[in-house]
Structure formats: C-alpha cells, structure tokens
C-alpha cells in the first residue's frame, strides 16, 4: 500500500511545510513524523473505511508542556488542525488516527512520568503517555501496595483512558471517577491546574476531586477542548484477600435474570467491582479460531455454538466478578451472591479453571494486573477489522435483554457472530459489541460499516445512547443526544468556540467542531 | 430596622419599576417580593457585615422553568442580575442573600416536586426546592427502602447542597459525587439535559453519570453559568445493619494521631460513611450555652473546657463513625477500627449515650435523617452572627494539627472560640470553624470579619485553600486560586462570558463575574 499526502483542508503546501520545518525546530528532526512510513503509523489499522480517510499529515510528538506550547503556536499560525493522543492505543474506536485527513497528530507518548506516588493516601500523578503496564512495573519495583485499574489490553495510557470515560476491573473501575486534579494546556498556550493543584504550593493535592468553584475537568473529558498534560488518579490499597469468580449460564435469554440478579448485589456493593456478563465467543475466542468450529460463511450456526460452549465449559453467558478483603467478609458476600445466581437454572460457579487463558486474564483484570491476552480475539476470524459498538444500558434485566437481542439480531442478518459483554459498574451498565470483520474483505467491511450505523439509529429509537464510538460515528451519535434540538451540543460548540476560536485542537471530536468546519 | 431599597447598578428607578411589573405578570403578584418586608426575607441574617451590604432588591419565585425563561427575559432587557437560590438555607455562608445589594433573588423554592423515585436502581430525579426533610418524608411515607444522605439541617435542599459540593454523613456523603443527571436553564433560556437524559427518550436515565461527549454538570456546579431546574440523585438502599460509634479522646493534640488513625480505614472503606472528629464545644453547644460555664469575655478559658468535657462526657475531640450491613462484616471492619483507634491513650468508645442531643442527632444523620439540632448550636453566645470557614484539609494528621491550631490560635487572639469539626470524606477532608459572634456587638462583628480574612491568606499561604465560603469572601479565596497567574478564575471568565454574555446570572458568585462587572 501507498498513499497519497493528504494536507490539512484549506492549508496550501507551502505553508503546510513551513509548519512542519517549523515543529522540527521545535522537537528536533526525530520526533516529526512527515513522510509515508511515519504517517502510517498513525493509520488505524481496523477501520471500516479505508486507511486514507483518517490519515495524518504528520504526527509531532514533544517531550514537555513547553513543547505542547510552541507545537499549539504553529498550529494557529497555520490553521493546521492537531489531534491529541496520549499512548495511541484507543483501537476500535480509531487508534491514533485523526478524525480528518490531513490533520497533524500530537502525540504525547514522550510525555511518561511517572510524577508522584502518594503511598499513604494512595493515588498517582502521571503524564500522558504513562501505559497501564508501566505503572503496574513501577508500583511493583518499588514495593508499592498500590493497585491500579487498567483497561483490558495493558498498553493503554492511564490518562488518556480516564479522559475517554473507559472502565476496568477492579472496584476502581470507573476511571473517571477515579481521577483527582488536572493539568490542562488550552490552545492559546495558556496552563491551567483544577482543583487543589489550582492553588500554588497546595498541600491537599490530588485528595480532593472538587474545590471551590466549578468543576472543570469533566469539560475536558472526551472533548476537544484542550490538551490533558498531568491527571492523579486514585489507586486502590492492596486488599487482605481476593476471591474471583465465574458463572456460567446455558441460555442466551439468561442475561436478563443475571442483570436482575447482579443490579442489587451491584448497587448494594455485594459485588464491589467492575464485573462483567461476557457472551460464549469474547470467552472462547482467545482459545480459538472461527475455523475450528465452522468452515462456512456468516455468524457461526447455533450447533456449532453448543459444540464450542461443551469444549471450554462456557455458558452462552458468563458473569464474572470478584470478592475482596478479609476471609469472613468475603465470604459473607458470596452466600448473598451465590443465593442470587443459583436461582437461574443451570448456573454453573467455578473458582478455578485449569488450562483457560480468558479465566485466567480476567483473574488478572480483576486485581488490576494488566495483560494482552484479550487482543487475541482480533485472531477469531483474523483480518484485523472490529470496531466497538457501545450502547450505555439500563441495570434492567429485560431492557438489557431487549438491548442485547436488537443488537444480535442484526448482526446475523448482516453475517456477522454477536461477540460482546456487559460491563457492570455501580449503577451504569456499557454493553460492548465487539463487531469483527476481514478488512480484505471489501463486502464485509461495507457491511460492518454499514450495520454499525444502522445500530446507532435503532439503538436511539429505542431510548439507548453510546458512551463513545469510532471516529467514523462520531457525527451521527452526537446527533443523538437530541434534546432541545441539540441543545447540549449547542453549548459544545459555544465553549469550544471561546476556548479555541482557531479551532485547532482536535475538530471533530466527539462530534465537536469548530465554527470554521462547521456545517 | 429599616432599610433603603438599593436598585441593581446601573438600573434606573423607570427601569426597575418597570422590571418588576413584567416579573408580575410572569409569577402573579403574590410571587414578587419588592417592599421592605418582602425583601428582608432575602436578607443574610447572620452576616458579618450590615445586612444593607447583601439587600436584594426584590425577589421573584416562579413554579415552572417556563416562568423562568421569562424572567430571565425580563432580566436581560434590563440588565438586572438574578441571584438564584433553592431552599434559600445556604446559612452561614450567606443564606438567601445576594452577593450585592440590589439584585433581585430568584428563589425556586415553589418548584419542589419530587419528580421520580426509581426503588430498584435507587435514585430521585428532584426540583430544586426539595428539601431534605420533604424528601425523607417522602420515601418513609411510601414505604421505600431508601435512605437519603442530608446537609445537618432538616431544611437545606437536596439539589442546591450538591451542587454547592456540600458533604453528609451516610457513605453516600459526597452529594455531586452521587448526582446523576441535570437539567439546567441556560442565561438565554435554552434548556439543556445532560447524560443520558439529553437523548429524547432515553431509558438509562439517571444510572449513568458521564455519557457520551464532554460531562458538563460540574460546571453548573459552585457557579453562575446556568440555572439548575432538575437533578438526579443517587439514594443508598437501606442496610440490613446500622452501627454507630463514638470515639472520645481527651486532648486537642490528639487530633494528629485520630487523622493518621482514621486515614487508612477511610481509603480502605473499613468506614464507609462521613465521619466527622468533632470538638469539644460544638458537641456541647447543643444542650448547653456558652454562659453556663463562663461569664467572662473572650474565648472559653481551659478550666471551664475540662469542666464542660467532664460533665457532658465529651473528648478535647470526638470521632463519630458508622458501620452498615450485615452484623458480621459490621463487627470484622469494628474490630480493625477498634485497634486502630484504641492505640490512642485515653481513647473511649461509646455505641449509646444517655441523655445526650448531640449523640442523637449524629446517629440520625449517619442514617440519613433529617434534623434540626445542629441548629441549636446558635444559642452558644446569642446574638446569632455565625460563618463557616471551611478549608480543604489533606487526610494527615500532622497537616490537619497544623491547620487546626493555626486557626485556633488566631480564633483565640480574636477573643472568639475555636468551634469546629474535620468532616473525613473518603481520601478527602473539610474542616469547618464555625465562627460564631454576637452580631449585635459591633466589635464583635468587626473582629470576626477581619479574623475571617486573615484566616484565609494564612491558610493558603500555608498551602490550604477553602471548599467553600461565605458572600463577603467569595473574591478573596477566588484569588488564592492562583496558578498561573490565576488562569483557571480566567478560564471562569471565558465560559461565564460566553454563555451568559450578559452577565445577569448571580454575578460574583464564587469570585466569578461578568465581563461589565470585572476590575
């Protein structure tokens, strides 16, 4: 594959390369990324739309908020939009692709201290580019009783995963929420500090979310409206004991007496952490292929199905949780837990599964040791293309159930296998539809495509919004957050004018963009 | 008294006539406050400065976001800022009354409807004028399983509390943290819906917190950007237990160990609820005055404080806790509780207490009931003046000693009592000293106000700033906000400017203001 150089839209090519002469001064020649090879490592490599409809002109990547400054400078000379990203790995949702073509990628990865571990209070000050694996390294090099909360695949970027709303394991698993005090670039250049870092030579740094005046880090937060450079994050003390465990249910109409059953134990803090229902391909699919189990064409048959549930032990459903602290308190829950699941008939527990690397990844998970194990379904029908539909559901059984079947059903109308789960939070619930397709397959891709937006639309006429979403749906799920004709993103748009009337930071995002690139 | 009307600057008699007439016909005559006694109602009550300095000049109270839309209208046309309240109980730091004489307060209290109760997910969707003990009565006389978690006072609003970032006492105790979900009226009257209440329809109402896009709630949040007309709240489902503890410890250094004691059982949830170590005074002033002990001027002598903590059973300070769940998991975390707390010398533990108001009152708020003893605390001296200062302390003991004995200290300088209490949150901690003088001693008031002051340069200069704060010092704590050269209060500015760029919504709140009322 070659590709084309596509410039920023309105930027001229001789000011497109006096902007990047200009970022080399500021960086140094290694850390700009202007030619072909460079520009593709940005690509996302599993889109359902070819590679050049989101490719970077040029990627920058600096070393310090000074940097960030002086990039941000060049970027309003010029008008060149810049799309930040912080490790780069929010695959399935767009990598470290830009929203547009021709846009310059500002990409933190250099930008990985480690700043500050508060032992006693427990949380962590880090940079951008800090990697879930990197902060489980250190805390475990300096004999720290820290844990982290990390998402699924351990390259991820703790702040830039706290900054997209992401979720994980542990009961820490609301990243967001999780997170305390900001450091934020605008993209005048100008420096802010939230919460008590807002106060120089603060002692209560990074114990207290909120302090006096409005809260701002939410508006920074899967927007475009500035340049995330510091964020603390709460981490959670090692517990004195740790209790996974997994049941499997035989029916795929189950789920809705499992989210019957797991909403009260989850609202009542029975089940402390970010649990899961998980459906019999996302389990079975970092053990095996399709092609194992079935040769043809389209989802894979429901004998076949039952074939592959009997090898691994799974159910059609698989709900996993885990208990934490002392012996009699754990276990105190598990009788609650366990009255509750073994009401469904042929609910299965295990606490120990021999040879089963997605038992044992997920055991991982939940105690916040990050892995790659789960990157292995991308093997299930390989050619690399998925993308995440992600629906937030109502903790409601039926709804749940209404959610999940909607979205099955189209998927095998479109000859595709339903692969995802139920992400369980407190009281928030993200259904993950992991939708797969051979990239090299050009009809596939137009119908994963093509199904995906047909699923936003009926997800929406039956009351469910996403969290977030790939690139390619950004507009048209903005779009559903519709009430008051828009009025919510009618406010969008009018802070994103006053904060960055230049509009470079990011257009685009989130449905986000600035006035000279809207409508 | 009587009082001069004061017309909002700029304002002519013609215009302010006229404007109140328009407000009239919005709300009917019975809901415009403009003659002397109607807007006495408005008045801070408990001031340190004269009542003329914080005088609405009128007060209008309409029953429908409709009817605020119009008002808002009316208020642009000319130029009148509106000072928006709920329950109007914000005492101490201000209660109904307006940052400057001559706005006119919008006062929501007529919009008290309790829109939803969801039983199963636990929450409330309420208007702004619920209060605490409407609320309760509400689930109690419905039969509900849900606790609430109240602001001391029985009359302060559950809406306006949290988004005051205001702090109870049940393990649902950090109100923003447990809301989910508003609608708010913008200057120009748009009505924006955040969460998933902004998709038409939506069935994951009030579950999930952040959704899709920036999360915008924590900006309407301490703040003049908006008009808060609906909120959702998070309700804790009744335990099957209930345990409350009292810890006394007999000197005022004991402060230091209590916090490091405390600390690690907050981060680890052994407590889960707002805990509260309280001095000795405040939990005497419930059931006795200040002249039962001392007639003499100036704060309480030491022999008078031994004398009252012997009589009453009362600590130098004391630690209030609570355990909720089943009975063996409530006495596993005691257990650990107990060791830790008991290693401090003279350590007492109480689980009942005879004859005691303070003890009742704080058993009833750690369940989340609603009462009015706190209150009482007003007639320690008479005279009715009282501010809250309320520094953000860090959760460690020599820090929070520190910060305890460097107002102390001052407190006494100032010839006031140190009355005060560290509400211990999970990793973060508010201190409050209520500041009590006889606002009829005009000395008295003139100490206070200074001393108020001078507390807040010293705390910041120590590295502490405040959560919170009374009308009078709403600039001065804005501006120990100062990194930067004071960029986030700048950031304030830009939003404040573009979305209310008429600058009528509560100008001055929190050190915020419109561009035509800065510098």
Not at 78 to 89: C, D, E, F, L, Y
Not at 243 to 261: C, G, N, R, V
Not at 463 to 483: P, S, V, W
Request: aromatic share 12%.
């Amino acid at each position: 594959m070659s590709d084309t150089l596509v410039l920023p839209e309105g930027v001229s090519a001789e000011a497109f390369s006096s902007a990047v002469g200009e970022l080399r001064n500021v960086v140094g020649d290694n850390w700009v990324f202007s030619d072909e090879a460079g520009r593709r490592i940005y690509r996302d490599p599993f889109s359902p739309l070819p590679d050049d409809q989101f490719m970077p002109s040029a990627a920058v990547s600096p070393a310090s908020v000074e940097e960030i400054e002086k990039i941000l400078k060049v970027a309003i000379d010029h008008a060149i939009p810049v799309w930040t990203i912080s490790t780069g790995r929010n695959f399935a949702y767009g990598g470290p692709a830009p929203r547009k073509p021709g846009y310059i990628v500002l990409d933190l990865k250099r930008m990985n201290r480690i700043l500050h571990i508060d032992e006693k209070i427990g949380y962590a000050i880090v940079e951008p580019g800090v990697s879930y694996q990197q902060l489980y390294d250190h805390l475990r090099a300096t004999g720290s009783k820290l844990w982290i909360d990390c998402a699924a695949p351990a390259w991820g970027g703790v702040l830039g995963n706290a900054v997209d709303h992401g979720a994980g394991y542990t009961p820490y698993g609301d990243h967001f929420i999780m997170q305390c005090g900001m450091e934020v670039m605008l993209a005048d250049g100008t420096l802010v500090r939230t919460g008590q870092l807002g106060l120089e030579g603060a002692r209560a740094v990074n114990a207290t979310k909120f302090s006096y005046g409005p809260y701002l880090d939410g508006i920074f937060t899967q927007s475009n409206f500035g340049v995330v450079t510091k964020m603390g994050i709460w981490l959670m003390p090692e517990p004195p004991g740790y209790k996974p465990f997994m049941i499997t249910f035989p029916h795929e109409e189950d789920l809705s007496a499992i989210i019957e059953a797991a909403t009260p134990l989850k609202v009542n803090m029975l089940i402390p952490n970010g649990a899961a229902a998980v459906d019999l391909i996302w389990e079975s699919a970092v053990k095996v292929t399709k092609s194992d189990y079935y040769a043809g064409e389209g989802p894979l048959p429901p004998s076949a199905r039952k074939r592959m549930a009997e090898d691994h032990k799974l159910g059609m459903w698989n709900f996993y949780g885990a208990l934490y602290g002392p012996e009699p308190m754990m276990n105190n829950n598990w009788e609650v837990i366990e009255a509750a699941f073994s009401k469904i008939p042929g609910a299965q527990v295990f606490f120990e599964r021999e040879n089963d690397p997605a038992w044992d990844y997920r055991v991982k998970l939940m105690r916040g040791e990050p892995c790659m194990t789960e990157f292995g379904l991308m093997n299930w029908i390989g050619g690399g293309g998925h993308l995440n539909f992600s629906p937030i559901s109502p903790p409601d059984g039926p709804r749940a159930q209404q959610q999940y079947e909607m979205i099955r059903d189209r998927c095998i109308e479109y000859g595709f296998d339903y692969i995802g789960e139920f992400l369980i939070g407190w009281r928030e619930m993200h259904h993950i539809l992991m939708l797969m397709f051979n990239r090299a397959n050009e009809k596939q891709r137009a119908a994963a495509y093509e199904l995906f937006g047909i699923l936003v639309d009926e997800a929406a006429a039956a009351g469910f919004g996403e969290y977030r979403t790939h690139l390619a749906y950004m507009d048209q799920i903005a779009g559903t957050y519709d009430y008051n004709d828009h009025a919510l993103w009618n406010l969008h748009h009018r802070i994103k004018d006053k904060i960055d009337p230049n509009g470079i930071l990011s257009p685009g995002k989130m449905g986000i963009w600035p006035e000279r690139m809207r409508g």
